[in-house]
């Protein structure tokens, strides 16, 4: 089945030409477009043919010619304004790579992080981890002072000698 989102990209297409190439609608944005985003109010949830997410609305009006990164901002949810989950883009920035608000991205590994310490096994092998290394602290730490008290031992037989 051909998804709803490819079939308004195809009519944005035959209506109005293609917008790759065309100066991105976002004020400010100098890079050239990418292809045709939506900037109005999506209509339609559901999936691109390869499954990504997307959004779309039927009415051709909604759509204007958007650069690479202003499209995934906008196909990811949110507006251009904030982002899905509230951020505001223009504080928070977004990764150079692939657009992820970076408020975003420190939610999502604090999030990780958080999971991985709630999971048991993860949590017994940082403890193991952890008593590894300060039994090895503490085998260098026996070794210094047992060598700092033969060189003390050394020094005192000089001084009697
Ligand atoms: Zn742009
Ligand atoms: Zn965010």
Redesign the pocket.
């Known amino acids: 089945m051909t998804s709803g989102y490819v079939i308004v990209h195809e009519m944005l297409r035959r209506e109005f030409g293609t917008a790759v190439g065309r100066p991105?609608?976002?004020s400010g944005?100098?890079?050239l477009?990418d292809g045709w985003g939506l900037v109005g109010e999506a209509t339609n949830y559901g999936e691109k043919n390869d499954g990504t997410a997307v959004r779309w609305s039927t009415d051709l009006r909604d759509y204007a010619p958007?650069?690479?990164?202003?499209?995934a901002q906008l196909d990811g949810g949110g507006d251009l304004l904030m982002c899905p989950r509230g951020h505001v883009r223009i504080t928070w920035g977004k990764d150079a790579t692939n657009s992820e608000c970076v408020g975003c991205r420190r939610e999502r590994l604090r999030e990780y992080k958080r999971r991985r310490r709630a999971d048991p096994e993860y949590r017994a092998r940082e403890n193991a981890r952890d008593r590894a290394q300060k039994a090895k602290r503490r085998a260098q730490t026996t070794a210094q002072t047992s060598a700092a008290t033969k060189g003390r031992q050394a020094t005192n037989r000089e001084g009697q000698s």
């Not at 958007?66 to 499209?71: A, E, G, K, Q, V």
């Open positions: 991105c609608v976002v944005c100098t890079s477009a958007l650069c690479f990164s202003h499209n």
